[in-house]
């Protein structure tokens, strides 16, 4: 893993309640954590990957926005974290992801799409996670997740409990959602 610069904590006000914000800077990436002042011993964490067209954009074609959100306004009342892993489209870069989004529109499913480019299914990796983690002293957690691969990548840090996030489909993300469950064993 290379150096990883840490930056000052600031203030976050926001829709969902006011948080705690600080930075990590790993090579050309910069990963956020999102937190509140009362982290319990075994706070709830969301690790949620970069996803510029759902997070940011409104997309509907994915249901990462919405899992977002939900994790915030969950996060602002019960207490917890949000690290926001800059790995956009499961780490394949938003130029790639842009090109899977053309495939899928020529009736590709999202894992088809990847391989079609030359990528696996999901590319993502999880060490700076667990060093975020670490850093703010978090050996147990409550992982509000739906993806199998990042319950299993969070090295030695105690997993006491997995909070799936249900997302009701729509008609632009019900065959993506489907492909998730049925391929990648996402818990939906």
């Known amino acids: 893993m290379n150096t990883i610069d840490i930056s000052q904590i600031a203030t976050l006000p926001t829709k969902y309640g006011t948080f705690k914000i600080q930075a990590f800077k ?11 002042e009362d982290l319990s011993d ?6 949620h990957s970069e ?7 409104g997309s509907v074609k994915c ?3 919405e899992q977002l959100h939900f994790a915030q306004a969950l996060i602002a009342k019960e207490g917890g974290m949000i690290i926001y892993h800059r790995q956009e489209g499961r780490n394949i870069g ?10 899928q529109d020529s009736g590709y499913d999202t894992v088809a799409a990847n391989h079609q480019l030359g990528f696996k299914a999901d590319e993502r990796t999880y060490e700076v996670v667990e060093f975020i983690l670490k850093h703010f002293g ?6 509000l997740t739906n993806n199998p691969k990042k319950i299993d990548s969070l090295g030695d840090i105690e997993i ?15 065959g993506y959602l489907k492909v998730k469950k049925e391929q990648m064993g996402h818990l939906l």
Do not use: Q
């Open 26 to 36: 790993e090579g050309n990436k910069e990963h956020l954590a999102i937190f509140t």
């Open 138 to 143: 978090i050996k147990k957690l409550k992982l």
């Open 51 to 57: 996803c510029l067209t759902g997070d940011a954009l």
């Open 160 to 174: 006491i409990e997995i909070l799936p996030i249900k997302i009701t489909p729509n008609p632009h993300n019900e």
């Open 94 to 103: 938003l130029l790639n992801k842009v090109n899977a989004y053309a495939l």
């Open 42 to 47: 075994e706070p709830i964490v969301r690790v």
């Open 63 to 65: 249901d990462c926005g």
